[in-house]
C-alpha cells in the first residue's frame, strides 16, 4: 500500500505562483513515477506532468510547459509541482499520483496505481 498525501494548494492571483507537495511513504518499488492530475469542475482527470523516480526523467504537457516544473526530493520521498504565470484556467483540484514498478511515463490516469486526495488551487482573474 503506498500512501500519498498532497499540500501548498490555495487562492492565487493571475501571474502568481504556488509549490504543491506530495509526499510518499508506505510500500517502496525499485522503478516508479510520479505524476500531477488535474480536474476542473465538469471536465475529466487531466495530465499535467510527471517524473520518474529512479532517474528523474520529466514530461509535462503542452498546456503547462514553460510555466510548472516538477522536482522530486528522494530523501524525503517528496514529489513537488512548481506553478509559475498562473492562469485562471489553471484553476482546479491537483491530484497526485504514483504508477509504481514502471520507468516510463504515462499520460493516462488509468495507469496509475495509487492517488492523493486531492488539493485545490483556484487561480483569480
Known amino acids: 500500500q503506498v500512501r500519498l498525501v498532497e499540500s501548498g494548494g490555495g487562492l492565487v492571483q493571475a501571474g502568481g505562483s504556488l509549490r504543491l507537495s506530495c509526499a510518499a511513504s508506505g510500500r517502496t518499488f525499485n522503478s516508479y513515477v510520479m505524476g500531477w492530475f488535474r480536474q476542473a469542475p465538469g471536465k475529466e482527470r487531466e495530465f499535467v506532468a510527471a517524473i520518474t523516480w529512479s532517474d528523474g526523467r520529466t514530461r509535462s504537457a503542452d498546456s503547462v510547459k514553460g510555466r510548472f516544473a516538477i522536482s522530486k526530493d528522494n530523501a524525503k520521498n517528496t514529489v513537488y509541482l512548481q506553478m509559475n504565470s498562473l492562469k485562471p484556467e489553471d484553476t482546479a483540484v491537483y491530484y497526485c499520483?504514483?504508477?509504481?514498478?514502471?520507468?516510463?511515463?504515462?499520460?493516462?490516469?488509468?495507469?496509475?496505481?495509487?492517488w492523493g486526495q486531492g488539493t485545490q488551487v483556484t487561480v483569480s482573474s
Open positions: 499520483a504514483a504508477d509504481l514498478g514502471v520507468a516510463i511515463i504515462a499520460k493516462m490516469a488509468v495507469e496509475y496505481d495509487y
